[in-house]
């Protein structure tokens, strides 16, 4: 999944602070998982945010609404007929929820109100760590299923370089070194034939050296 | 056993203070509340486990919300007992009274006054 964390508050205020009426709109998928934008991040942040200008005596309506996705057309199509009496919306959904909300409601501000980090997993309850970059030509079947591009610091391809010690990374000692995982993982597959076999230079054009990207499907389209 | 307590206090009980969510505490401050507390089982003692270890950590974000919006997080309180300990319900509940009385109304309310 997409992996979010809320900004601080102050920076959301900051953000909001002209609004009179204000929408709080959260996602029902990745950011209610690793639970920084849904239904119920939504209800705290906007009552956080009503005692704040209720506090400085400042009048502002903020409503409250989460959608099954931002990032689809027909969801958000169920808002259209609402969007109008407000001023701005605040979305708690990934940068591509909040992107896809300002380009169907082109006249109304949208803004962040959550962080997007990256693609990855939950290690356990309060702990995501990235496990994916979407460099669009996935090495996985090579590297014992560890990813040399988000979890090797260096984006190594034939190895670990000459900082890896006792399993960890040199940028870090808190950083597990990538390669360590990929060689035990190797191992235990009994494939490290694999390591021995040289990893052509990567072709980086799919990834976003590449510009923008784009995927279609002419099968699917209508 | 009959104990005095302060009467301002408004009692809301539930099965186990893991049930309370960080959503019930801050719309008590929004609906005028000048101070929330929440009474738990001692620690480690908690027939569900780790229910009260979950009231302690809502109530610390509950803390550090109310503080970042202007209300003040000293406001709400985390405190613990054994079921047995009724003198120490109506102790919590004086403390409290005392240091919410200290620290004078929940600030929304004064601006409504003053607004009106
Ligand atoms: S190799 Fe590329 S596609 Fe595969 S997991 Fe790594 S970043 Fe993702
Ligand atoms: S120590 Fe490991 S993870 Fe770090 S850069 Fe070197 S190979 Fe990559």
Known sequence: MIVAKQKPIEEIIEEVKDSKKLLILGCNECVTVCEAGGKKEVAVLASALRMYFMNKGQEITIDEHTLERQCDHEYLEEIRGNIDQYDAVLSLACGVGVQFMAEKYFNIPILPGVDTCFMGATEERGVWSERCQGCGKCVLAKTGGICPVSRCAKRLFNGPCGGSTKGHCEINKDVVCGWQLIIDRLKELGKLDDYETLAPIKDWSTERAGGPRKVVREDLQA | ??????????????????????????????????????????????????????????????????ESVGIGGERVQMYNLSSSEGPKFAEFATEMTEKIKGLGPNPIKLNKKKAA
């Open chain 2, 1 to 66: 056993m009959r104990l005095q307590y302060p009467e301002n206090i408004r009692i809301v009980s539930i099965p186990c203070t893991g049930k309370v969510d960080l959503i019930h505490i801050l719309r008590a401050f929004e609906k005028g509340a000048d101070g929330v507390y929440v009474v738990g089982c001692l620690e480690g003692e908690c027939r569900y486990i780790r229910g009260n270890l979950r009231a302690r950590k809502r109530v610390e974000k509950a803390q550090a919300i109310l």
